[in-house]
């Protein structure tokens, strides 16, 4: 009786070149997800910090307006404050830009122009807010007036 070697001799397993090629096409694929994870994950990072500042920004507003608007009569053409608010830290600064009285007007019962007194005031004020690493620059305009 002959045996044929090659039949029972022959391997059923993977090649060293099929599990080099599997191997790499394994890790390619695992360092590709892992890196669009990594990418979704830092966005939404950002994303939060966006919305946390956005989130407290009316009230950091309101507060830069009471405290301008307390100023009311004094002679002071620069403010400036610092603070924090829900772990978002700000500072702002403030200069006067114009010092204007209302307009002109007729009293009709003595038929004579009046001119008010300068009362109002136009403040341009610079906002940085800052949280976990994100710095956010505002810039706008608020109006105070004299209590007199």
Excluded: C
């Excluded at 590709?32 to 939060?48: D, H, L, P, Q």
């Excluded at 608010?85 to 700000?90: R, T």
């Excluded at 002109?104 to 136009?122: A, E, V």
């Amino acid at each position: 009786m002959k045996y044929s070697h090659s039949l029972h001799n022959k391997s059923n397993g993977f090649t060293l070149v099929e599990v080099l090629v599997a191997s790499v096409i394994l890790f390619a694929s695992i360092a590709t997800v892992s890196m669009i994870y990594r990418g979704a994950f830092i966005s939404s990072e950002k994303a939060n910090k966006h919305i946390n500042i956005s989130g407290v920004l009316p009230s950091i507003l309101a507060t830069i307006r009471e405290d301008i608007r307390q100023q009311g009569n004094s002679t002071r053409t620069d403010l400036k404050n610092e603070s924090t608010a829900w772990q978002v830290s700000y500072r702002w600064q403030a200069s006067l830009v114009g010092y204007k009285a209302a307009p002109p007007f007729f009293y009709p019962d003595i038929g004579k122009m009046s001119n008010p007194p300068q009362k109002f005031k136009l403040w341009s004020v610079q906002l940085i807010l800052e949280y976990s690493g994100l710095t956010k620059h505002y810039q706008f305009h608020e109006l105070s007036w004299n209590d007199k």
